[in-house]
Structure formats: structure tokens, C-alpha cells
């Protein structure tokens, strides 16, 4: 698969004008995901094969969530092919993206696609989040399909700063397993997300920290 098929294509474009994203982005986001497809013949990068799929539950799926993103410094956690955080950076030049997985063959994936996609901006770590201990916190923490919201809280929250959110991606509603969250983590809101050409269910859940309404520092 040297191009996207005309439908994936004209899927990407259409979703790109929904989610009010620029045209231009069309070419890298295709570049990224043909990258994927071939590395996935391989690797097992991914369950999905159809293209067309690889576009609505992969990349726009991931670029769904953009306005949510807090602030410029992010960590994907579990970040698997670089779902959502290397579509993201394609988004957002000026973002500042580090993902976080434990398989090596996906993290040399993810250092591939940020060579041949000239993304300088994004760094692959080969770790468990619980393990990763950067020099600087986090505006936003963010997971797609990575644990229960509570197991993702409780292992990734020391990654965010003091004014940090932490996002968990979800399918159907999640507010069952929101009950217990570990201390100081709260639920700020849980949104349904739309996401174009997916009539499967998407939410959003947003956390902050107990005492630190958005835009208040300590």
C-alpha cells in the first residue's frame, strides 16, 4: 500500500473538515499511517488491516480529543503504535510529546515514524509508566485503551504537574469504574466524544487533582 485507497482517503479528508483540523494535515497523517500498516505486516503493530478502519478508529479517533489537551508538555501512556500521541504532534507542531510503552518492538515503531516523520518535538520511552520519572511534570497525561481508570490514575498520576490533567480515552460510558480513585485524583468531567464515520460509542474522562479548579495553580 504505496497511497491510501480512495476510500480511506476521502475518509481522512472528510474527518479532517469535521473535526475543523487543516487540509494539509492529510499527507503526514497518510504518511504516518501507511508507516504503520507496513511496519504491522511484521510486527503485530496493530489488529486492524482495512484502511479505511486504520483512519476513523485510529487517527481520528485520536484527534478527537485535541480540544481537551491541556497545555503543551504530554504524555501518552501505553501509547502502543503511537495512538493518541503521535497524531496528536502531527495536530500541534508546537506540542511537546513523550510516549510511554513497555514493548520494544513498538517503541522502535514509534522511533521510526518520528525519524521519517520529522517529528523533533516527540520522544519514544522504552518503560513502565510506574518506572518513568521525568525531569519535568506534565500538562497532560493521557491513555487510549490503557487500564481501568483507576489502575491508570494510580500509576500515571505522579507524571503530571500541579495544574495537570489526566485523560483517560474510553468506549462505552465509563462511570462505573470511577468510584475510589486514588487520592488526590478527582473527576472533573466525563464526555461522550464524537468521532467522525464511528457510530461505536467514545468518552472522554477528564481528572484533576481535589482543590485545583482548571486554570488555578497552588
Given at each position: 500500500?504505496?497511497?491510501?485507497?480512495?476510500?480511506?482517503?476521502?475518509?481522512?479528508?472528510?474527518?479532517?473538515?469535521?473535526?475543523?483540523?487543516?487540509?494539509?494535515?492529510?499527507?503526514?497523517?497518510?504518511?504516518?499511517?501507511?508507516?504503520?500498516?507496513?511496519?504491522?505486516?511484521?510486527?503485530?503493530?496493530?489488529?486492524?488491516?482495512?484502511?479505511?478502519?486504520?483512519?476513523?478508529?485510529?487517527?481520528?479517533?485520536?484527534?478527537?480529543?485535541?480540544?481537551?489537551?491541556?497545555?503543551?508538555?504530554?504524555?501518552?501512556?501505553?501509547?502502543?503504535?503511537?495512538?493518541?500521541?503521535?497524531?496528536?504532534?502531527?495536530?500541534?507542531?508546537?506540542?511537546?510529546?513523550?510516549?510511554?510503552?513497555?514493548?520494544?518492538?513498538?517503541?522502535?515503531?514509534q522511533?521510526?515514524?518520528?525519524?521519517?516523520?520529522g517529528?523533533?518535538?516527540?520522544?519514544?520511552?522504552?518503560?513502565?509508566?510506574?518506572?518513568?520519572?521525568?525531569e519535568?511534570?506534565?500538562?497532560?497525561?493521557?491513555s487510549?485503551?490503557?487500564?481501568a481508570?483507576?489502575?491508570?490514575?494510580a500509576?500515571?498520576?505522579?507524571?503530571?504537574?500541579?495544574?495537570?490533567?489526566?485523560?483517560?480515552?474510553?468506549?462505552?460510558?465509563?462511570?462505573?469504574?470511577?468510584?475510589?480513585?486514588?487520592?488526590?485524583?478527582?473527576?472533573?468531567a466525563?464526555?461522550?466524544i464524537?468521532?467522525?464515520?464511528?457510530?461505536?460509542?467514545?468518552?472522554?474522562?477528564?481528572l484533576?487533582?481535589?482543590?485545583?479548579?482548571?486554570?488555578?495553580?497552588?
Open positions: 500500500m504505496k497511497a491510501l485507497p480512495a476510500g480511506a482517503r476521502a475518509e481522512l479528508v472528510q474527518g479532517l473538515q469535521t473535526l475543523k483540523l487543516p487540509a494539509a494535515l492529510e499527507a503526514p497523517l497518510s504518511a504516518y499511517l501507511l508507516l504503520l500498516s507496513r511496519w504491522s505486516r511484521a510486527y503485530n503493530l496493530t489488529a486492524l488491516t482495512d484502511p479505511q478502519q486504520m483512519v476513523t478508529r485510529h487517527l481520528l479517533d485520536s484527534l478527537a480529543v485535541r480540544p481537551w489537551i491541556h497545555g503543551s508538555r504530554i504524555a501518552d501512556i501505553g501509547s502502543g503504535a503511537g495512538l493518541p500521541g503521535i497524531p496528536l504532534a502531527i495536530a500541534d507542531p508546537d506540542l511537546t510529546v513523550v510516549l510511554v510503552e513497555t514493548s520494544g518492538k513498538k517503541v522502535r515503531f522511533k521510526q515514524a518520528i525519524l521519517e516523520l517529528l523533533d518535538r516527540v520522544t519514544a520511552v522504552h518503560t513502565r509508566v510506574e518506572n518513568y520519572r521525568p519535568k511534570p506534565f500538562d497532560t497525561v493521557i487510549r485503551a490503557f487500564a481508570t483507576r489502575d491508570f490514575v500509576l500515571a498520576g505522579h507524571l503530571a504537574g500541579p495544574d495537570g490533567r489526566l485523560l483517560a480515552m474510553k468506549g462505552r460510558d465509563p462511570k462505573a469504574e470511577l468510584a475510589d480513585l486514588p487520592a488526590p485524583w478527582t473527576v472533573e466525563v464526555r461522550a464524537s468521532v467522525p464515520g464511528l457510530s461505536a460509542a467514545r468518552h472522554l474522562v477528564q484533576r487533582r481535589t482543590g485545583h479548579p482548571q486554570g488555578q495553580k497552588p
